[in-house]
């Protein structure tokens, strides 16, 4: 209630000038003291229209009856990943009275929205801490707070380093150890080192955890490119995955190819009936050309000669060939013997430049090829005694019921020679 206004109290004072009497009184004292009286008047006024305008103000105040409204906030959830979205819910904010009129919405990351309804979602792009702030106004003008907080969890910085370009057969290193988590969480590792194979049979080629640690050596032996990933995990519901490519580069050899040729021999005894057999694989020293065969029996004492056959077989290319001894000359004292050759096998090695995942692999290109991988398996050997018993006619001037024989193989190969060679960039 607003005070009774003071009624002011005044003084009578005799006026110098009376205008009924048109007579003015030259006393000077009481000039001066009209003079006086006057600005006491005046102070006077100034005070009590001050005391009116505290009174008013007062009464304005007393009547100013706005009520403010109540302002609720839920959050949920209030721990999310980094691009997830947060629903938030002020409808059970309270107008007190009236109706609420807008809900005015700060979301803590430089964003704010406005509804008529107190219910909205947002989304998070950063990891942090932020403070949702909630406005509430209501028709009387009223307004009123409400806050909540919303942790975003951050994902892992994925760091590779690795080579872009590696040739076959190089060890390419790749080093994940510089990735971190924002947080500080510590971190899981998955590498998936060939996004097109499903290497563990799930049907899925590209979650594989072909490795996990830091660090892997990625095998290089055949060229082409690499597609692969690593998938990183913070343990706290936050993961990046980061994909990679190797281009895996085949390496460049200078072919030389070297003549020589390849002797092995045998020498045994077999009696009649009996045979022997002995293996050999030129093709793995190098491209065969041609080879001479030649078995060889002890001189007879006395005719007739003793019989042998000589057989080979090369299993991978279903080669098979026979010859029989044939008599020697008893005046020139020549034994009997056996000859097999072939010339031709293959075509003669070119040299130049060749391009190859390895040395390995081009050696095999080369001795194995089509139109010159012939006689590249085993060669098989097999000597047949088919006569070899005493000559009965003249007693016993041979009583060896077999022979001892010399078995001589020539072979003529050709072996390449390989150096490898260091190409720039072509960028370069």
């Known amino acids: ?126 990891y942090g801490q932020y403070t949702v702030r909630i406005t509430v106004t209501n028709d009387q003008g009223g307004t009123d707070d409400a806050l909540a907080t919303i942790v975003v969890n951050g994902a892992p910085v994925v760091n590779i380093s690795m080579p872009a370009t590696v040739r076959a057969g190089d060890a390419a290193l790749l080093d994940a150890s510089d990735s971190y988590d924002p947080e500080g969480n510590p971190l899981t590792f998955a590498w998936d080192l060939n996004t097109l194979v499903d290497s563990d049979g799930d049907g899925d080629s590209s979650n594989d955890a072909d490795e996990t640690t830091e660090t892997v050596l990625l095998d290089t032996s055949t060229s082409g490119l690499i597609y692969g990933s690593l998938r990183v995990d913070d343990g706290a519901g936050a993961f990046a995955v980061e994909s990679f490519e190797i281009n895996v580069t085949t390496r460049t050899f200078k072919v030389t190819w070297i003549t020589e040729t390849y002797e092995v021999s045998w020498d045994e005894y077999l009696e009649q009936g009996d045979s022997w057999s ?54 020139t004292n020549e034994p009997a013997r056996a000859e097999m050759a072939e010339d031709g096998m293959n075509e003669r090695g070119e040299d130049g430049m060749y391009t190859s995942d390895s040395a390995e692999a081009l050696l095999r290109l080369l001795l194995n090829s089509r139109d010159s991988g012939n006689g590249q398996g085993t060669w ?43 190409l720039g960039n072509a960028s370069e």
């Open 1 to 126: 209630m607003c005070p009774k206004p003071l009624f002011l109290m005044t003084t009578k004072i005799r006026p110098l000038f009376n205008p009924r009497s048109r007579t003015i009184r030259k006393d000077k004292r009481r000039v001066l003291s009209m003079v006086g009286l006057h600005s006491e008047r005046a102070l006077a006024l100034v005070m009590v229209h001050v005391m009116l305008l505290g009174m008013v103000a007062g009464c304005i105040g007393a009547l100013d009856t706005t009520v403010d409204p109540r302002a609720t906030l839920e959050a949920y959830p209030t721990l999310i990943q980094e691009g997830e979205m947060v629903t938030l819910d002020a409808r059970e904010s309270s107008p007190v009275e009236g109706v609420i009129t807008k809900y005015e919405w700060d979301f803590g990351d430089g964003t704010t929205a406005e509804t008529v309804i107190g219910f909205t979602s947002h989304t998070y792009l950063a």
């Open 278 to 331: 002995g293996n050999m694989t030129p093709g793995d020293i190098g491209r065969v050309l041609s080879f001479n065969a030649v078995l060889e029996l002890d001189q007879d004492v006395a005719p007739p000669h003793d019989n042998f056959t000589l057989a080979l077989n090369i299993v991978e290319d279903n080669y098979n060939r026979r010859v029989a001894t044939e008599p020697g000359n008893y005046s």
């Open 380 to 422: 098989v050997w097999r000597v047949v005694a088919q006569q070899s018993d005493p000559d009965a006619f003249i007693g016993e001037i041979d009583p060896d019921p077999g022979n001892d024989w010399t078995l001589t193989v020539e072979v003529v190969v050709m072996r390449p020679s390989l150096t490898e060679v260091a």
